[in-house]
């Protein structure tokens, strides 16, 4: 059974945590929470740049989300909702920042398929993923249908005794404020079940309010 979504806009104190380790399934990932900064990793940026994720978040207030890949078709629904809050959100400060494993030559290929304009960056090695506490195996069942993939195909891992799986994130958002402190935070074993627009606005309008 899947755990219950995970939701917060409670605020705690500040504190940072080491990377996490990869988990053995989806429903065992342990997301940073309310009161962590964002981690200190750096990815690669369409032109395969570097980019930083606590320099990033230390620019403005930022919601981060996490998805699996361009060839998911909800991941793909939502980039697309995200793009119609967007002009409300920069309108309160915010920049938007999504993550995946996709190399930066198949992010340009979403950024152009959904016509989007906010910043997409590759977390191909899974370092994000796993500092955020959303990186997780996937069972042996979704691993043989997904390795079908050809974009998924590629990422297959060795996690012992020739035991292949796929390390994935756990569809997630993290909304920081302007020292890359995070206040809200969705994380949905469900990759069906995205975070709704409105939910993301409201969260923001808070944080916002916040900082004024």
Same mark, same amino acid.
């Given at each position: ?56 978040? @230390? @620019? ?153």
């Amino acid at each position: 059974m899947l755990r219950p979504i995970v939701a917060a806009f409670a605020l705690t104190m500040s504190f940072s945590l080491a990377a996490k380790p990869v988990a053995h399934s989806d429903n065992d990932v342990a997301p940073l929470l309310n009161g962590h900064d964002i981690p200190d990793v750096t990815l690669q940026g369409l032109d395969g740049k570097p980019v930083n994720l606590q320099n990033l978040a @230390q @620019q403005k207030p930022t919601i981060f989300f996490f998805y699996r890949g361009g060839w998911c078709p909800f991941c793909n629904m939502q980039m697309g909702q995200l793009q119609g809050i967007q002009p409300k959100l920069i309108e309160m400060g915010f920049q938007l920042v999504g993550i995946s494993p996709d190399s930066p030559e198949k992010l340009r290929k979403s950024m152009t398929k959904n016509k989007l304009d906010y910043m997409l960056l590759s977390d191909s090695d899974n370092k994000a993923a796993q500092a955020f506490g959303v990186a997780f195996y996937t069972s042996k069942k979704v691993t043989a249908r997904y390795a079908r993939v050809p974009d998924l195909k590629e990422k297959l891992v060795d996690i012992g005794n020739g035991d292949m799986r796929i390390i994935l994130p756990v569809p997630a958002i993290f909304l920081s404020d302007k020292s890359g402190l995070i206040h809200f935070q969705y994380v949905n074993p469900n990759f069906r079940v995205r975070a709704e627009p409105e939910l993301l606005l409201t969260a923001a309008k808070l944080v916002a309010d916040k900082q004024k």
